[in-house]
């Protein structure tokens, strides 16, 4: 009886073993495989893509949680930087300029040798050319604005964006003396000649490609010669 009995308890312990390791051995089959398909799933360029296809469906929040995601799953990728990118322009289509501009400033600052930091300079200007008000004149919008597009056509002069900034550097300098223009008419107006004639100098000198450069040299001829000031009146007309 007593062999049978041990017979029988070893028999029990082999079939518990046996069934142990076949747990163990599933359970980590099940692991493998959930780790291989969670790995495959939030793999960054595929996370990425899917999160540019979700915005270009006007899926803004979805898009978002997925380029954070990236951001906070695998922060020292590309696709990471790219991310940072994309969330600052989101911000920019939800008009949060200031968070946008500061989210762009800190990729150029941390990452200067990015292969797209182009388009980080580019929708840091746009952020601040949106923001231009006509009716300001020498607003802190039109200094940045024309600051940081020179700065990408500086330093990336063969971008695809330094066209784009090309003619918005010019939208802007047109829209600054425009502004000059008006006022040196109110100066005309209200009998204060010496002040009309520093707007139109600085309209010529240094807004002289814009359309108001002729406009500017006629009204400032014709304050000369109001003025007894031939001498000038003619050299001005020589220009």
Request: a negative charge; aromatic letters at 14%.
């Amino acid at each position: 009886m007593h062999y049978i009995w041990v017979f029988m308890h070893l028999k029990f312990l082999l079939i518990s073993l046996l069934f142990f390791n076949i747990f163990i051995v599933g359970c980590s089959n099940n692991n493998i495989s959930s780790e291989s398909e969670f790995d495959k799933i939030i793999l960054p360029e595929e996370l990425y893509e899917i999160a540019i296809n979700e915005l270009k469906d006007d899926k803004i929040v979805e898009a978002k949680i997925k380029f954070e995601e990236i951001e906070k799953k695998f922060p020292l990728s590309s696709r990471a930087i790219q991310s940072k990118i994309m969330l600052a322009f989101i911000d920019y289509l939800k008009l949060n300029y200031n968070e946008a501009i500061y989210s762009l400033n800190a990729v150029i600052e941390l990452y200067p040798s990015y292969k797209d930091l182009d388009y980080a300079y580019y929708m840091r200007a746009i952020c601040y050319y949106e923001q231009i008000n006509e009716g300001v004149l020498e607003g802190q919008n039109n200094v940045n604005a024309l600051n940081y597009f020179n700065q990408l056509i500086n330093r990336f002069p063969e971008s695809q964006y330094s066209k784009d900034s090309r003619q918005k550097i010019i939208l802007i300098k047109e829209n600054i003396a425009a502004k000059h223009m008006s006022i040196a008419l109110f100066y005309l107006n209200n009998q204060k000649p010496l002040a009309a004639i520093n707007r139109y100098l600085i309209v010529i000198n240094e807004y002289d490609k814009t359309k108001f450069t002729p406009e500017a040299l006629y009204r400032l001829i014709e304050i000369y010669y109001s003025l007894g000031m031939a001498e000038e009146a003619e050299k001005t007309n020589a220009v």
